[in-house]
């Protein structure tokens, strides 16, 4: 017994340790066992909550997802501009609380303005007076949130005080790598959402397959580490959870590809269902199968052209993304924080959960900009032409494209 209670070295192994503390105290260990399945229910009620919530908000369509995007970006910011809350400084400082969000509430008017500048032409289409004011909005939209945010500048500089220069300036510039790191990556989501909410749903469904196998897979196979900034993460989760993650993304694709509700790309603000004929990526194509036994009962097999793309998704998703939750880590660490909230049990706040989404958002918007065919009606075409040309300009277009016509008739006879 003397032997167990001599103190380890420095240089002994964590490992053995581990298992000598176990030796004296059982007790400790089973109630270590019964903490770590506890915990693990109820993260898994908790995802089934959010798993239900988001599949009626699916239902719903596009406006109440990306509803559900700004509310959590609105809750994400939140907990972010607490971590650097003083409360003595900011009762010396009333209002400066006000300029944080002042200054996220004018970017979010900029970035959505850019984003759903087409969508609320479209909405508006019918009425020729607004019409003509929201083409007049949209034109100067960015010369507005210009001056707003200059307006916010000046704010800021009328509410320094001499010895809270320091405080202010460091929220200054935290506000801004908010903006720059957590709005700005999350809000290409709304954009994906436009294209079809197929290129949320995908991406954002690897995500949370990459995170749940890696779970489970490191919670019962876990033994060698990944990383230091993330201690529980394991080599077997994070192998195990990218197989698994690609596969899924090739079926689920598959899947996702025959609803037209997902599909369809929405080119307006209303919530009406959508239908539309779907595009060459969910068309499925056949492939013969040959060299199988005569008997066995499948001869060809379809792939939707989507389920390509998919892969690509999935290997980002898998490969990539959790880096963002490692960023995430080591940022908490820094602050010697577990979560940045406490919102939902058993996985912390909303930004613990949104790291490796923000990510994953920015790229597929620029993989489906970069390598998707893209689809441009002649209705597109048309408002753009309506919206950025003068009248003179239209007549010109005109003449010219009737020269174009005439001169094609000629050289077919």
Same mark, same amino acid.
Not at 36 to 52: H, V
Not at 162 to 171: A, D, I, L, N
Not at 388 to 401: C, G, I, P, T, W
């Given at each position: 017994m003397q032997d167990h209670l001599i103190p380890s070295s420095p240089s002994t192994p964590t490992r053995i340790r581990r298992r000598r503390t176990q030796e004296i105290f059982p007790e400790l260990s089973k109630?270590?066992?019964?903490?770590?399945?506890?915990?693990?229910?109820?993260?898994?009620?908790?995802?089934?909550?959010?798993?239900?919530?988001?599949?009626?908000?699916?239902?719903?369509?596009?406006?109440?997802?990306?509803?559900?995007?700004?509310?959590?970006?609105?809750?994400?910011?939140f907990e972010l501009f607490n971590l650097l809350r003083r409360p003595d400084e900011d009762r010396c400082l009333p209002g400066f609380r006000l300029l944080n969000w002042y200054f996220f509430f004018t970017g979010m008017l900029f970035v959505y303005g850019r984003i759903l500048s087409?969508?609320?032409?479209?909405?508006?289409?019918?009425?020729?007076?607004?019409?003509?004011?929201?083409?007049?909005?949209?034109?100067?939209?960015?010369?507005?949130?210009?001056?707003?945010?200059?307006?916010?500048?000046?704010?800021?500089?009328?509410?320094?005080?001499?010895?809270?220069?320091?405080? *202010?300036?460091?929220?200054?510039?935290?506000?801004?790598?908010?903006?720059?790191?957590?709005?700005?990556?999350?809000?290409?989501?709304?954009?994906?959402?436009?294209?079809?909410?197929?290129?949320?749903l995908l991406p954002a469904s690897l995500i949370a397959m990459n995170d749940v196998a890696a779970y489970f897979f490191g919670f019962f196979f876990g033994k060698t580490p990944l990383i230091k900034l993330s201690p529980k993460k394991t080599w077997e989760g994070f192998i195990g959870a990218s197989i698994a993650t690609i596969i899924t993304a090739f079926l689920f694709a598959n899947v996702l590809g025959h609803f037209q509700w997902l599909t369809c790309p929405r080119k307006d603000l209303s919530t009406g269902w959508l239908q539309c004929d779907p595009g060459p990526l969910f068309k499925p194509e056949y492939y013969s199968i040959t060299g199988w036994p005569q008997w066995f009962p499948l001869k060809e097999i379809s792939i939707l052209p989507v389920q390509w793309h998919a892969l690509c998704l999935g290997l980002f998703a898998s490969i990539i993304a959790p880096f963002g939750g490692f960023f995430a880590s080591g940022f908490k660490r820094a602050f010697k924080i577990k979560d940045f909230g406490?919102?939902?049990?058993?996985?912390?706040?909303?930004?613990?959960?949104?790291?490796?989404?923000?990510?994953?958002?920015?790229?597929?918007?620029?993989?489906?900009?970069?390598?998707?065919?893209?689809?441009?009606?002649?209705?597109?075409?048309?408002?753009?032409?309506?919206?950025?040309?003068?009248?003179?300009?239209?007549?010109?277009?005109?003449?010219?494209?009737?020269?174009?016509?005439?001169?094609? *008739?000629?050289?077919?006879?």
């Open positions: 109630v270590d066992e019964q903490n770590k399945y506890r915990s693990m229910w109820i993260r898994t009620y908790s995802s089934l909550w959010m798993l239900i919530s988001i599949i009626i908000i699916l239902y719903l369509g596009h406006l109440y997802i990306c509803a559900m995007v700004v509310v959590i970006q609105i809750i994400m910011t087409q969508q609320l032409v479209n909405t508006v289409t019918s009425d020729e007076f607004s019409y003509k004011l929201v083409g007049k909005v949209i034109k100067y939209q960015m010369v507005f949130c210009y001056f707003l945010y200059i307006s916010g500048l000046v704010w800021f500089i009328l509410t320094l005080k001499k010895r809270t220069y320091k405080y *202010q300036f460091g929220q200054y510039a935290w506000t801004h790598m908010i903006l720059f790191v957590v709005f700005t990556q999350s809000s290409f989501t709304v954009a994906n959402i436009f294209e079809g909410i197929f290129w949320f406490y919102y939902i049990p058993g996985h912390g706040g909303f930004t613990d959960r949104m790291d490796c989404q923000m990510v994953m958002a920015i790229f597929v918007y620029i993989y489906y900009q970069s390598f998707v065919p893209q689809d441009y009606s002649v209705e597109m075409i048309l408002d753009q032409i309506v919206r950025n040309l003068s009248f003179e300009d239209q007549k010109a277009l005109y003449y010219r494209l009737g020269q174009m016509f005439r001169q094609r *008739q000629l050289e077919n006879y």
